[in-house]
């Protein structure tokens, strides 16, 4: 069983940073495209970043480009979500997620979520 834990969200102000950080448990998802999503209250899931630890493949939203970095720690199942100079509009919860396909962009193609974490950027 396939499990996807979140953690590292929280309260930061406008221009500062945070990172959230993804613990796989079950099996190592090396072949796997992870990826982080967020959702707003009232507001469609939209895609923020993926990548592929085979192939060294990242992918990110337009809207956080130049932002945002993602990484993997192979060694510690973890992908980790940096997220830098940060504005209101990134507030949401932001979920991990895991796709043995190949459309990082489209969440309806990952097969396992984690539960969220909460980000929220304050002014």
């Known amino acids: 069983q396939v499990q996807l834990v979140e953690s590292g969200g929280g309260l930061v102000q406008t221009g500062g940073s945070l990172s959230v950080s993804c613990a796989v448990s079950?099996?190592?998802?090396?072949?796997?495209?992870m990826g982080w999503f967020r959702q707003a209250p009232g507001k469609e899931r939209e895609f923020v970043a993926a990548i592929k630890w085979n192939g060294i493949m990242t992918w990110y939203a337009d809207s956080v480009k130049g932002r945002f970095s993602i990484s993997g720690d192979n060694a510690k199942n973890t992908v980790v979500l940096q997220m830098n100079s940060l504005k209101p509009e990134d507030t949401a919860v932001y979920y991990c997620?895991?796709?043995?396909?190949?459309?990082?962009?489209?969440?309806?193609?990952?097969?396992?979520w984690g539960q969220g974490t909460q980000v929220t950027v304050s002014s």
């Open positions: 079950g099996r190592t998802l090396s072949r796997y495209i």
């Open positions: 997620a895991a796709t043995s396909g190949s459309h990082p962009y489209n969440g309806r193609m990952y097969e396992y």
